[in-house]
């Protein structure tokens, strides 16, 4: 029997995240420039997307740039930004094709012009698609999001339109940038650091963790099928 062949489709996770670690290292491996590592990356990206919209999921998350990432190296930096509007208007007519919708969450003004537009023009061509929501975290860390959710809500009571009796863990979620998604189910990270590293931290209060040593350029739809395998056979009790 197949990885494929043994996931249930009536117990899907809805929602699952990925933190996408490992393509400096195994470009490092090869002897590569770590952009090599991003590039090859993108087709992992690819089968992914491709794997999750197959088999049922509904909402996929992918790690994409994380705000500490603005401190890395300028020159990789503008690489890595180059090579996410490339890949966002390549792969356009792959989402549409596969009826797949674009999202983003972060701090996306930190973005250059040129990207963040070419970032909006993808998501409202896709806009109506419904399959799968594909959602890219850009300059996105979860200590920024609560910090902006908080300011949000300090202007609502300062306004009068929100009284502070009515604040709750509801209130704080409708004010994150993941307000449209539900909560993850599962996040995987890739190339052996077990950690979360700012990603989710409030939406992932009772997610499932898969930890795998895979570099994500090796992560294929056979590594996202184990995954899925792996998060069946655990009992989620939501505290009770």
């Known amino acids: 029997m197949t990885l494929k062949e043994q996931i ?3 117990r899907l ?4 995240a990925i ?9 490092k491996e090869k002897g590569k420039d770590r952009i090599f590592g991003h590039q090859v990356g993108v087709v992992s990206v690819r089968e992914c997307t491709e794997a999750a919209a197959e088999i049922g999921v509904k909402y996929l998350t992918m790690y994409t740039f994380s705000t500490e990432n603005w401190n890395r190296p300028k020159s990789e930096v503008d690489m890595l930004m180059e090579l996410l509007v490339d890949t ?3 792969e356009t007519p792959m989402l549409n094709k596969n009826n797949i919708r674009l999202m983003a969450i972060g701090d996306l003004m930190r973005l250059p012009e040129g990207a963040r537009e070419k970032l909006n023009r993808c998501m409202d061509q896709t806009k109506d698609n419904t399959r799968m929501s594909l959602v890219l975290a850009l300059s996105y860390s979860s200590r920024w999001e609560i910090t902006n959710a908080a300011k949000l809500i300090a202007q609502k009571v300062k306004d009068g339109s929100l009284h502070i009796d009515e604040i709750s863990d509801r209130t704080i979620s409708e004010h994150l940038t993941t307000n449209q998604i539900p909560d993850p189910d599962l996040m995987i990270r890739t190339s052996g650091e077990v950690r979360i590293s700012n990603f989710l931290l409030w939406q992932s209060a009772y997610t499932e963790f898969y930890f795998t040593e895979t570099h994500w350029p090796d992560f294929r739809k056979e590594s996202f099928y ?8 655990r009992e989620r009790r939501f505290g009770k």
């Open 8 to 10: 249930d489709l009536n």
């Open 13 to 16: 996770p809805q929602h699952v």
């Open 19 to 27: 933190i996408m670690d490992g393509n400096g290292r195994w470009a």
């Open 88 to 90: 966002v208007e390549k």
């Open 226 to 233: 184990q995954a899925l395998v792996e998060f069946q056979k």
